[in-house]
């Protein structure tokens, strides 16, 4: 057995790979599912003939599924070991993805997404915590790396799976495809993953639980029917977020009393900690919002396809690949300040590339745009959560993962429901067609929104002019949509310039702090 308080070797070694391995297929998994079910959504419409905001309930119920369970992670890792969490964890969403593949009504297949989602909320904090214990403090930077690949991949190869999957097969397969993987995975984490040694039972913060797990809930479920109903002022929208904010306002005034909080904030007195989460909060707002829209472009402006415009996406990919693993030797050895604000200013000289979009624009030129963008990805989000656990000490990563993971997951709805709302709000400004109306609603049919259905297959009676003033208006929404997002990419520089910049002397194992930034003891 490795002697655990030895300083860890410099080169990832093959025991530290194979647990990265188990971690990495369970984020394949949680991570894909997200963006492959978001490609079946039109699918689920036709199947269940449902509205898209009914079919919409299979992402949000999954989300807010996330959101509840995520807070009690770093909790249960300490009280019942790593392993057995993980293990849980993995079971708990391959079995939820069966069920999903037999739902026979909207309302299971929901119902079914929840079950799912709680086993996938806690997969990506134990899994970080699993990474961060097993790497120690010098190579936790390249382990990230690894973990990073699911992350950053699943948005570009979820598209292109679930177009295939549905083309060559059937919508159950967006599921049933979960039990091989989730089987090999628990095998694989039965055999590789180190025994669990929980520490002595900390009381439970039911008072807490109490407080956060329903108030983000609520609040999510407020930004995410923000697109549905296109304004904050609807009552639907401002209640819950009105109610969820208090509920977690008042958890983090509650927090401080007892001694093991469900979500420690204490850990915020770490500088490092603070100004990477802070960073990655405003990160994960600019660019998963305005992510969710590249492909919207490819399929609603230009009418391609879902595997082709998942194929189009393909450049974001290779470009955060070549860039990763250096990011990762990089951030062991170079303060992550001084490299990712030049990453940074790849995503924003890619990112605005896609604020010229028009109907025509050359794909060279969108590509090119995606690849420079994938090689800033590739140098910034895993350094960023490299630099906010490196200095923790061993008893405090559980919950410092779980801390970054709800920041990244409440970055990641309020993006997306920004992005939407916007988008949405420009394509209603587009000029009527007289005399057309939509079936199921009988609202009038705009232009953009003509132009887009015809893009899309529909067969509307479009005279050529008309086809194209719509087009042109969808075209521009976009571009307005993108010149937001370029904005908050911009606004993500902020933060980062208070990222640390000076060299952190070699840690011993579990993670020694750095210099310039003390870390609170418990």
């Given at each position: 057995m490795t002697d655990q308080t030895a300083a860890p070797p410099a080169k990832l070694d093959a025991a530290v790979l194979k647990v990265a391995g188990v971690v990495v297929l369970g984020a394949i998994m949680s991570i894909l599912d997200i963006t492959v079910v978001s490609v079946a959504l039109p699918t689920f419409q036709t199947e269940f003939d449902a509205t898209y905001?009914?079919?919409?309930?299979?992402?949000?119920g999954y989300t807010l599924a996330l959101a509840t369970v995520i807070p009690l992670s770093g909790w249960a890792a300490d009280r019942f070991g790593t392993k057995r969490l993980y293990m849980m964890?993995?079971?708990?969403?391959?079995?939820?993805?069966?069920?999903c593949a037999?739902?026979?009504?909207?309302?299971?297949?929901?119902?079914?997404?929840?079950?799912?989602?709680?086993?996938?909320?806690?997969?990506?904090?134990?899994?970080?915590?699993?990474?961060?214990?097993?790497?120690?403090?010098?190579?936790?930077?390249?382990?990230?790396?690894?973990?990073?690949?699911?992350?950053?991949?699943g948005p570009i190869g979820g598209p292109i799976l679930g177009g295939w999957l549905i083309e060559a097969a059937s919508w159950h397969w967006v599921f049933l495809i979960n039990l091989p993987i989730g089987a090999i995975a628990l095998v694989y984490a039965w055999f590789a993953l180190p025994k669990d040694e929980p520490h002595a039972s900390e009381s439970f913060d039911f008072v807490g639980m109490l407080m956060l797990s329903p108030g983000l809930a609520l609040f999510l479920?407020?930004?995410?029917?923000?697109?549905?109903?296109?304004?904050?002022?609807?009552?639907?929208?401002?209640?819950?977020?009105?109610?969820?904010?208090?509920?977690?306002?008042a958890f983090v005034i509650y927090s401080f009393r007892p001694k093991h909080p469900l979500l420690d904030l204490r850990l915020l007195k770490n500088r490092n900690l603070s100004v990477a989460s802070l960073s990655l909060f405003v990160f994960v707002i600019a660019f998963m919002g305005a992510g969710l829209l590249f492909p919207s472009y490819f399929l609603q402006v230009r009418g391609e396809g879902t595997l082709d415009a998942g194929l189009l996406m393909a450049p974001q990919g290779i470009g955060a690949v070549l860039t990763m693993p250096i990011a990762g030797m990089l951030a062991d050895k170079i303060p992550v300040g001084r490299t990712v604000p030049f990453a940074m200013a790849l995503i924003a000289v890619g990112f605005f590339g896609f604020t010229q979009v028009e109907t025509d624009t050359s794909y060279l030129f969108l590509c090119g745009?995606?690849?420079?963008?994938?090689?800033?990805?590739?140098?910034?989000m895993m350094p960023i959560m490299t630099s906010a656990l490196r200095t923790l000490q061993p008893l405090e990563v559980a919950r410092g993962s779980t801390l970054v993971n709800i920041l990244q997951q409440i970055g990641g709805s309020i993006g997306t429901a920004i992005m939407s709302v916007i988008l949405t709000s420009q394509l209603n400004g587009s000029?009527?067609?007289?005399?057309?109306?939509?079936p199921q609603t009988g609202d009038p049919i705009t232009e953009a929104g003509a132009a887009i259905?015809?893009?899309?297959?529909?067969?509307?009676?479009l005279p050529p002019e008309i086809l194209q003033r719509g087009l042109q208006f969808a075209a521009d929404s976009f571009a307005t949509t993108f010149w937001v997002g370029f904005a908050l990419v911009l606004a993500t520089f902020i933060p980062i310039a208070f990222l640390p910049r000076k060299r952190r002397p070699a840690g011993e194992a579990g993670g020694e702090p750095a210099v310039e930034t003390p870390v609170m003891m418990h």
């Open positions: 905001a009914e079919v919409a309930w299979t992402m949000t964890a993995l079971l708990l969403f391959t079995l939820g993805s069966v069920l037999t739902a026979g009504s909207i309302e299971q297949l929901v119902t079914y997404r929840v079950i799912q989602g709680l086993g996938g909320g806690m997969l990506m904090p134990i899994g970080m915590t699993i990474m961060t214990r097993a790497a120690g403090p010098e190579r936790i930077g390249r382990l990230m790396a690894v973990l990073g690949v699911p992350m950053l991949l479920f407020g930004v995410s029917s923000l697109p549905e109903e296109g304004t904050i002022t609807a009552t639907k929208v401002w209640t819950t977020m009105l109610i969820g904010a208090v509920l977690v306002v745009s995606l690849f420079v963008m994938g090689l800033g990805m590739g140098g910034t000029p009527e067609i007289p005399g057309l109306t939509n259905a015809v893009q899309q297959g529909a067969q509307l009676p």
